[in-house]
């Protein structure tokens, strides 16, 4: 079965930077997206970024662009997402999720596409 493992976040002052990691075990799919969404308490997930797996393409959500970056490592198993320059809005539980099979050709950024998920991870940012 499909298995998301998300690892690094935890706490830092607002202005700092974070690293959150992705691995993907046992998917078997060509040509999926993987993606990092947010959430807050009482809020829907919201994207923060993907990466379309076949040629590393990737998408931003409007609010980290230029801040944050998404990168997959070269044999496609791992996901990265390095933030910069982050402000308090950006806490949250960072859920790292990958398509159920062909995500159409470009990085995703739709909350619908993505089918497995990982447990979550907590990412709090000080003022």
């Known amino acids: 079965a499909v298995r998301v493992e998300e690892s690094g976040g935890g706490s830092v002052q607002a202005g700092g930077s974070l690293r959150l990691f992705c691995e993907v075990f046992?998917?078997?799919?060509?040509?999926?997206?993987m993606a990092w969404f947010r959430q807050t308490p009482g809020k829907e997930r919201e994207a923060v970024a993907a990466?379309?797996?076949?040629?590393?393409?990737?998408a931003y959500a409007d609010s980290v662009k230029g801040r944050f970056t998404v990168s997959q490592d070269n044999d496609r198993t791992t996901l990265t997402l390095q933030m910069n320059s982050v402000t308090p809005d950006a806490s949250a539980i960072y859920y790292c999720?990958?398509?159920?099979?062909?995500?159409?050709?470009?990085?995703?950024?739709?909350?619908?596409?993505?089918?497995?998920w990982g447990q979550g991870i907590q990412v709090n940012v000080s003022s």
């Open positions: 990466v379309y797996r076949l040629d590393g393409r990737t």
């Open positions: 999720g990958i398509t159920g099979g062909s995500c159409g050709g470009w990085p995703s950024l739709a909350l619908r596409r993505y089918t497995h």
């Open positions: 046992e998917y078997s799919w060509r040509d999926p997206c």
